[in-house]
């Protein structure tokens, strides 16, 4: 049987674990999740009960990045993984500091302790310093680090679009805007019915195919 994936089309972790699924090629079930209404069976198969989660043959695998991982790891043809150990330091930044100031920036109503306009210069740093690193792709080409961080940056641009435009980061921005326009972002960005119990999910394939798993 295949890897069942859950997942949510617009949460920037999914994003990256079917980049870099649709990359190796590693054929899934896809059942995408409604968060507000969590099917039991997406519950107990994720300890955290977020997603993206793949279930596969030896259990739950929770963290986004590590699915990316245990993808390329199955079959890494365009060799993502092939990456200077800086790149590791670049997707924690992200993950880090980065997602942080996003969310406080994004969602300042939830932390009343914060100013918004301080996370987005913490994050506006750490986006100076992505734009001094980029020459097309973080390093002489794509690799994972590209495309774990790049759905955050998607994410945070579009908080307020005409600023985040109106900024110095002319690598990062045409960086940002060729991923946008890529054939890989419409394709892992297709719209799947919600998935209840007991129904067929999709087969999430290199093709992308929508038809229910068989």
């Avoid at 900024?167 to 045409?174: E, H, Y």
Wanted: aromatic share 12%; hydrophobic share 45%; proline share 8%.
């Amino acid at each position: 049987m295949r890897p069942i994936l859950y997942s949510f089309r617009r949460c920037p972790y999914a994003m990256r674990a079917r980049l870099a699924l649709a990359s190796s090629r590693v054929d899934v079930e896809l059942r995408e999740v409604v968060l507000r209404d969590k099917p039991a069976a997406f519950l107990q198969a994720s300890p955290s009960g977020t997603v993206p989660c793949l279930l596969g043959p030896s259990g739950a695998i929770d963290e986004s990045l590590d699915i990316m991982i245990w993808a390329l790891r199955q079959n890494d043809p365009k060799g993502w993984l092939t990456m200077p150990n800086e790149g590791w330091d670049w997707i924690a930044r992200a993950d880090g500091p980065f997602k942080t100031a996003l969310d406080r920036t994004k969602y300042a109503s939830r932390y009343a302790d914060s100013d918004p306009a301080e996370q987005r210069k913490e994050a506006a740093r750490f986006l100076s310093d992505l734009d001094a690193q980029i020459d097309g792709w973080i390093f002489a080409k794509a690799t994972i680090a590209d495309f774990a961080i790049l759905p955050f940056v998607r994410q945070f641009a579009f908080i307020d679009k005409p600023w985040f435009d109106q900024q110095s980061w002319p690598a990062v921005q045409a960086w940002l805007e060729r991923f946008l326009a890529s054939d890989r972002f419409e394709q892992i960005m297709k719209k799947y019915p919600q998935w209840q119990d007991g129904q067929p999910g999709i087969a999430f394939s290199p093709a992308l195919a929508e038809h229910p798993a068989s």
